[in-house]
């Protein structure tokens, strides 16, 4: 069809060359894309486990980080106690995409995320494609920020799927989905296996997608799974306007969390059908051309330059710590 269409234009060209033909104009990709993960409160627990932590504050797990770089990108904090609040909101110039991860916040955590999503929704209302994805809390946070009970629309304690896999319910067809279609028929392997690993008590039930008017105006629901008592939690959503993606379920520990007495799984299986998920995100990453001004500043903004690594002998396993 192409091909016929060019050879048209060019027969076009031949009798009169007064309008050049021009080709398409290609979507250049960003190759080097950078991801702002935000960081989350130090708990005091964390802490006593290694004395390399006394005078950091805050932290990222590096599961996170290396789901993310697996596919590719490269990592920046988002450093939520910083005092100098404009520094933090002026990385978001310069990364490629957002990620709210799961874990703790707290009072400081949420009002910090709420400005980074605000930014965020500001940048793509300016044309600027920048993508957001989250899970588990990070999940729950979007969902939050939009609805219009706020914080109310998170039913709390209410599920019993600490440390599950579960199958999800695909609500709509995924093939309609962003964040599903890509898989063609093969999302359906997500419907029939226990492959999404959960570990939460929180969660957003489904009529909560129906009943409040800000959640249901920004993110539809593709996803639900049980719990052990049979209870719905949504499992997957996307924004209806924005590049925003999230999942209540993890995607980033199948690889990289080995504590002994959790359920995550490591057979390839798994790895495979959770890699995706970061793989996905970085992809609309690449369609972000924003940028630092130079290597060595891509470099200073890094977690590998402004963080410390620590392995936590825990659930939380090797975390950043800034
Ligand atoms: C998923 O897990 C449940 C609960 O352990 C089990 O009954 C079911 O057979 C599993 N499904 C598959 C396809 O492995
Ligand atoms: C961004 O990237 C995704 C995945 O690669 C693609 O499907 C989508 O159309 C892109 N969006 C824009 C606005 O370029």
Request: negative net charge.
């Amino acid at each position: 069809m192409k091909a016929v269409l060019l050879l048209s234009a060019l027969a076009i060209i031949g009798k009169c060359d007064t309008n050049p033909f021009e080709l398409p104009r290609q979507q250049t990709f960003n190759n080097r894309p950078m991801i702002g993960m935000l960081t989350q409160p130090l708990t005091e627990d964390m802490k006593a486990q290694s004395p390399l932590l006394a005078t950091k504050t805050s932290f990222i797990q590096a599961s996170y980080v290396q789901a993310v770089e697996s596919a590719g990108a490269r990592v920046v904090p988002l450093i939520y106690d910083n005092p100098d609040i404009n520094a933090e909101m002026a990385k978001l110039d310069h990364v490629n995409g957002v990620q709210y991860n799961g874990g703790d916040g707290g009072a400081e955590y949420l009002v910090f995320s709420k400005k980074i999503y605000n930014r965020v929704k500001e940048i793509n209302d300016a044309q600027i494609s920048l993508p957001i994805w989250g899970t588990c809390m990070g999940f729950q946070y979007l969902a939050i920020f939009e609805a219009t009970q706020g914080e109310g629309v998170l039913s709390e304690n209410a599920f019993d799927s600490n440390d599950e896999n579960y199958p999800l319910k695909f609500l709509v067809d995924p093939l309609s989905t962003r964040l599903f279609s890509p898989l063609g028929y093969g999302a359906q392997k997500y419907a029939e296996n226990n492959l999404t690993y959960n570990h939460h008590h929180d969660g957003i039930l489904p009529y909560q997608f129906d009943s409040d008017q800000g959640l249901k105006s920004a993110f539809k629901p593709t996803s639900i799974s049980l719990d052990n008592q049979g209870r719905s939690f949504v499992a997957s959503m996307e924004s209806i306007k924005y590049p925003f993606f999230a999942t209540q379920f993890h995607p980033e520990k199948q690889q990289y969390v080995f504590y002994p007495t959790v359920q995550v799984h490591h057979d390839k299986t798994a790895i495979d059908a959770n890699r995706y998920f970061g793989d996905f995100f970085v992809a609309w990453a690449r369609n972000n051309t924003q940028s630092f001004a130079s290597y060595d500043e891509e470099v200073a903004n890094m977690v590998q330059s402004t963080g410390i690594l620590v392995m936590l002998k825990s659930y939380t396993g090797m975390i950043y710590a800034f």
